[in-house]
Every structure is written in structure tokens, then in C-alpha cells.
């Protein structure tokens, strides 16, 4: 329900800033990677965005914040593990060797995913909406992927870790939306998962070897800037918008985001990093978006929400 008392034009920015926010992360991410290695980046940014946003938490909520429970800790850092650790770890990882553009489109599908996972796990019901948002889906990202992975080219490693990363984003969500039980109130939660999803890479980056022979002054400096971006714009900024809107704005209208995002992704790498928009990416682009109108728009009209909003990846 829409909170009377808020300004249209107010939620309208606010739609907006998500829109430019979290369309533009895609690009931050392929910019910071090309010279700073993208688990580290990764854990560095939602570790950085973790600690603020949970000591910003506790410290406007002194006094009035219940301590969270061993078992909310716990749950949130299932969510954490799934949505930042595999869905957001992949991300970064892919856009290694993936346009920010490409990866945008296949990231989009994570509300297929939710309600393909829903429909396995908890038996929730697919309008004929989603399911014909879902064919089309799996259509566009045939077109998009397909040849690259079946061809073995360069890129394939990265579109297949596009393909799960959708896949950890909606079984996280999932989790957090019907079973987890996460401290209040929720950008506390959000703040306790950003931690431990990127503690989680840190640590494998650690494994991996990638913090030993991390060398600093490699990095180039928009790769600084870059993630610096991501950290109070794409992660702290984003998140209190959305979550902000959520509690003013119809959920149908905000999670308009799912579907603008992948367009604002693509002109951004067009224009800025120059990436190539062949009429095969532009046809499965309008592909898949059209899918995931169908299911957003499917989603919206549901009777049965879940507990929390199901947010997408950024």
C-alpha cells in the first residue's frame, strides 16, 4: 500500500535512483575488475558496506534494538552466504571475462528463478504469467549464451557462473522470504548479510591464494574509485532507498527495477566501456526482459507474498 502521507514525487526519485544505482553497478563491477581481482573486490565491498550499515543500525537504534539472537545471526548469514557470497561473488567473478551489459540480461532472470524454486520447494503456485514470462526467459538467455557456451569460447566459464548466480540470488531469497528469522528491523539484517557474504569471498579469496599476491599499487585508480562507488552508492545508498520504498510504495511498482536495470546496464556499457551490441544481443536483450516483465508483473498480482520483499542482485 501506498503511504498517503508520502510525495509522489518523492517516490518517483526514489524509483529513479534505483533504477540509475543498481543499472549502474554492473558497470562499477567490470571496471574495478580489470585490474583489482574480483573475489577480493567483492569481499572488500560488502564487508566495507556491512560494517557501516550495521554500526550505523546500532547506533541510531541505541536503546531501542532487541540484541539479535544467535539463531537471526545465523539465518542471516545463510541469506548472506547465498545472495552475496554465490549470487554477487559470481558476478563479480564472471565480469572478468563477461560484458556488464551481457552479464545485466542474465542476472535479470532471478525472478524466474524464485518462482521455478518456489514452485520445487514449496509448492507455490506459477501463474500462466510466470510460466509464459519463464519460456520466454529461458528463450532470450538460449539466444544470448548459448553459442559462447556451446562453443567453448572464452566467455563460457563466465555465462555459466551467470547462470547459477541468479540461482544463489533466488535460493537465498527464498531462505529469507519463507524460513529464516533475521534481526529487525531489516536493514540491520541486510547489514549482517552484506557481512558475512563478504567475509565469505574474503575468505575464499584467501584460500585461493589471491590475497598473498595482491599487490595494491596495481590497481588502477578508477578501479579505487570504482569500488568505492559500489560500496556507499551500489550497496548503502541502494539498499536504504529500497528499503525506504518498500515501507511508502506499492511493491509492484518498485520491483519495476528488475526489468529497467538490465536496460540501463547495457547503454551504460555501450556508451561508457563501448561494448559491442550486436543484433543478436539486442534481440535476446528484448527477449528477456519481456520475460521478466511477465513474471515481475505475475509476482505483483500474487495473493500470497512472502514475509520480506524479494530483492534482486546489484
Known sequence: MTNRSTSPLAIGAGILVLYLVWGSTYLAIRVAVVTMPALLMGGLRFTAAGVILTVAMVAFLRGRLAKPSLHEIRDASIVGFCLIGGGMGLVAWAEESVSSGTTALL????????????????GARMPRRAVAGTLIGLGGVALLAGPSIVGGGAEAPGLLALLISPMCWATGSLYAAKRAVQPKPALLATGVQMLAGGMLLLVIATVLGTTATFNPAAVAPEAWLSLAYLICVGSLIGYVTYAWLVGVAPLARVTTYAYVNPAVAVGLGALILGEVLDGRTLIAAAIIVAGVVLIVSASGRSKSPAREPVTAPE
Open 107 to 122: 542476472v535479470a532472470l532471478m525472478p524466474m528463478w524464485v518462482a521455478v524454486f518456489g514452485r520445487i520447494a514449496f
